[in-house]
């Protein structure tokens, strides 16, 4: 029974690779519209929130294929793999590209010296 389901569902087909691309394209948009907000801890965030919201994209999907909404076997766990796959590239790349730039910023000016009130 465990090779019917295998067959059924290989890992390496088509429709992981589009879970993957997915998910890391996902995660890329929305950490490009967290870094847009003026709230900045959403900013400061934008990585772990675009990762947690591509990740529960990818979980309604399956949730959809489970219910019959697309043309599919239902929910499966390669899928959710795939879709955490995509998360995890795209999330360790933007950390990359962060840490890089943080790396290439000179760094702030020192504050000004704290000068008290004279009472004289």
């Known amino acids: 029974m ?5 067959d059924a569902d290989p890992w390496l087909a088509p429709d992981k690779a589009y879970h993957v691309i997915f998910c890391f394209v996902l995660t890329f948009l929305f950490h490009g519209a967290a870094s847009f907000i003026p709230h900045p801890f959403l900013r400061r965030h934008s ?4 990762s ?7 979980a309604a999907k399956e949730a959809a294929d489970q219910l019959g909404y697309f043309r599919s076997a239902g929910a499966s766990l390669k899928d ?12 360790s790349l933007l950390s990359l590209a ?3 730039i943080k790396r290439s910023l000179p760094p702030p000016p020192p504050p000004p010296p704290h000068r008290g009130i004279s009472l004289v």
């Open 2 to 6: 465990e090779d019917a389901d295998a």
């Open 47 to 50: 990585i772990p929130l675009a």
């Open 52 to 58: 947690i919201a591509s990740l529960l994209a990818g």
């Open 80 to 91: 959710a793999l795939a879709d955490l796959l995509g998360v995890i590239l795209a999330s």
């Open 98 to 100: 962060t840490l890089r």
